[in-house]
C-alpha cells in the first residue's frame, strides 16, 4: 500500500492511501480506483481554491460516486460540509475507510458501498435525502456506464444539488458526455486546465488536459448557463 501526501491548498494537505493488487474477481484486472488520478487532484484543487470562492461548503451535504480514494469528497469535509459519504464498489471501501481515520474526519465523513444503477440506495443514502453537491472524479471514461450514473444521480440529486464533474479529456469523453445528455442532463464546461495556467502546479507536469464540468440534472434549468459543446472528435 502507498501513501501520498496531497496539498489541497496551501498549508491544507490531506493523507491517502493508495492499494496494490486489487483486482476485479471477474475480469482480474486491476482496479483503477485504488489508486489517486489526477483528475481528483484536479478537481480538489479547483474546489479549495476557485469554487469556494462562490459555493460555500459549510454545513453542505455532499456524495462522492466513484470515490475510488476519496480525495475530492474528503476536501468537500476539509472545506467546511458537515456531512460527506464517499460511495464505491466493495473491495474499495476498506482503503476509503482508511482515508477518512488517518485524515480525523470520521465525525463527518462515512463510507458506503454503491454500484451505479441500483435500485435501492445505502441507507446513509436515503436518510440524508437529496444532496446538496455531488462529486465525481474520472468517471466520464465508459459510454455504456452513463445511463447508470444517470439513474443514480437522479435519485440522490434535487432542485438545489450542484453536481461537479472533473476528467482528463480522452477520445471518448465526448461519447460519455453525449450520453448524459441523452439521459436529459445538462453539460455546462467551468474550467480547462490548458486556459487556467495550473498545468505544473496541479498535476505535476502531466500533458493531459483537464476539464471541470457542471452536469445540471433534469428537473433543473439550465437555459441561462453556457451549454458544453463537444471538446473532441
Do not use: Y
Amino acid at each position: 500500500m502507498g501513501i501520498r501526501e496531497i496539498e489541497i491548498a496551501s498549508g491544507n494537505n490531506l493523507i491517502i492511501h493508495e492499494l496494490e493488487d486489487i483486482c476485479d474477481s471477474v475480469t482480474g484486472r486491476a482496479l483503477t480506483g485504488s489508486w489517486i488520478w489526477d483528475s481528483a487532484i484536479v478537481l480538489s484543487h479547483w474546489m479549495s481554491t476557485q469554487a469556494k470562492l462562490n459555493f460555500d461548503f459549510t454545513n453542505k451535504t455532499v456524495l462522492e460516486l466513484g470515490a475510488g480514494t476519496g480525495l475530492p469528497g474528503l476536501t468537500a469535509a476539509r472545506l467546511g460540509a458537515s456531512r460527506v459519504i464517499l460511495t464505491d464498489i466493495e473491495p474499495l471501501i476498506p482503503v476509503l475507510k482508511k482515508n477518512v481515520e488517518v485524515n480525523g474526519l470520521e465525525d463527518r465523513v462515512v463510507v458506503c458501498q454503491l454500484v451505479w444503477g441500483s435500485d435501492e440506495l445505502p441507507s446513509q443514502l436515503s436518510e440524508l435525502g437529496q444532496f446538496d453537491l455531488v462529486l465525481l472524479s474520472d468517471v466520464f471514461f465508459d459510454a455504456a456506464e452513463m445511463a447508470a450514473l444517470a439513474k443514480t444521480l437522479n435519485k440522490v440529486c434535487g432542485k438545489g444539488t450542484t453536481v461537479w464533474g472533473a476528467n482528463e479529456l480522452r477520445p471518448w469523453t465526448s461519447e460519455s458526455l453525449r450520453e448524459l445528455e441523452s439521459e436529459g442532463f445538462g453539460i455546462v464546461e467551468l474550467w480547462n486546465q490548458l486556459s487556467d495556467g495550473l498545468h505544473e502546479e496541479v498535476t505535476g507536469g502531466n500533458p493531459e488536459e483537464f476539464s471541470v464540468f457542471q452536469l445540471v440534472p433534469p428537473d433543473q434549468d439550465f437555459k441561462h448557463l453556457e451549454v458544453w459543446s463537444p471538446i473532441l472528435a
